[in-house]
């Protein structure tokens, strides 16, 4: 059974840029939640997709896009980079009643 | 809205000794809650959670509806145990989950 993978594990980007972050789910999973960790916080809900469609926003701008393929991996879009968009983020997977399994996460800098 | 409060950001302790780390919740509904652990270079991984009713790895943690309360419990730390701690809430089973901000455990030899 395998886990939950991201990619990349790191990345630097320029203020104004987009980055696209990637998330397969652990098989079985068919939902996907992505999560941003800043320095010293904990993590912080950016939203969840169910069977490839949104399924609840946390407190991020619209610049803040997501997708859900039909194998269930997914990917976590950023428009117009700002520099307080670096932080850890984190990908899990989950399916009903078992509980969220995460990846190692993808460390992002905006410089 | 919902929160979900860690009072302190390091706790250390001398191995044996017994350990708690504090967590409280705001919600007026009957949410999950979860423990979830980070050693030292491994992603984020479940500790326990409260509808389990299980002791993992020696640590045990009590609902306390009346107090909002969701206390992280060992007897006798081990060094091993040293680590970044998360209290979590979950609205159901599928929802988000929301964190709090952490406690780092550091069991002194």
């Known amino acids: 059974e395998t886990g939950v993978t991201q990619s990349p594990t790191h990345l630097i980007k320029t203020r104004g840029q987009q980055v696209t972050l990637r998330c397969s789910s652990q098989s079985g999973h068919n939902t996907v939640s992505w999560y941003q960790q800043a320095l010293g916080q904990g993590p912080q809900f950016i939203f969840q997709y169910y069977r490839e469609e949104e399924n609840g926003r946390g407190n991020f701008p619209p610049r803040f896009s997501g997708l859900q393929f039909p194998n269930y991996s997914s990917e976590l879009n950023v428009n117009a980079l700002e520099l307080d968009d670096s932080a850890l983020y984190l990908c899990?997977?989950?399916?009903?009643?078992?509980?969220?399994?995460f990846g190692s996460g993808t460390r992002l800098t905006v410089v | 809205a919902q929160r979900v409060t860690q009072p302190e950001k390091l706790l250390s302790v001398f191995k044996g000794a017994p350990v708690e780390l504090k967590c409280n919740y705001s919600y007026s509904g009957s949410p999950e809650l979860f423990w979830y652990v980070q050693y030292s270079r491994q992603r984020l991984q479940l500790l326990l959670r409260h509808i389990s009713r299980e002791s993992i790895k020696g640590f045990t943690a009590d609902l306390n509806k009346g107090e909002t309360s969701f206390h992280l419990k060992k007897p006798f730390a081990q060094e091993e145990d040293s680590a970044m701690y998360y209290c979590a809430l979950s609205l159901d089973r599928d929802d988000k989950i929301i964190f709090g901000k952490g406690t780092r455990l550091h069991i002194l030899p």
């Open positions: 899990a997977s989950s399916a009903r009643g078992s509980g969220y399994t």
